[in-house]
């Protein structure tokens, strides 16, 4: 069963820079992509960003240039780094590890982004 454990959410102020952690407890290469969705009350689950073992990033539209993915397979993690963080980036964001047609998802960590 694989794991995977979202950190450093939380509440920040807009403008903010914040960065999630997800934690896995397999090889991250074993994964064809791996990165991070988000939810808003009321809204479906969107795309953040991800990455595939051969390194290519994708983002959402709304995160470009704000947001950047990366990854220390040493340490089995995928990060999320944000910046100039907005009140419409509150939502849930969630882990994903995806292999083949299997999507592994972590429980889910909070930002909410308000002064």
């Known amino acids: 069963q694989v794991q995977l454990i979202e950190s450093g959410g939380g509440l920040v102020q807009p403008g903010a820079s914040l960065r999630l952690s997800c934690s896995c407890s397999?090889?991250?290469?074993?994964?064809?992509?791996m990165g991070w969705y988000r939810q808003a009350p009321g809204r479906e689950r969107e795309l953040v960003a991800n990455?595939?073992?051969?390194?290519?990033?994708n983002y959402g539209d709304s995160v470009k240039g704000r947001f950047t993915i990366s990854r220390d397979g040493a340490r089995k993690t995928v990060y999320l780094e944000m910046t100039d963080v907005k009140p419409e980036d509150t939502a849930v964001y969630y882990c994903f590890a995806r292999v083949m047609s299997r999507t592994n998802w972590g429980q889910g960590i909070l930002v909410t982004v308000s002064s």
């Open positions: 397999e090889n991250i290469f074993f994964f064809n992509w």
């Open positions: 990455i595939n073992v051969g390194g290519v990033t």
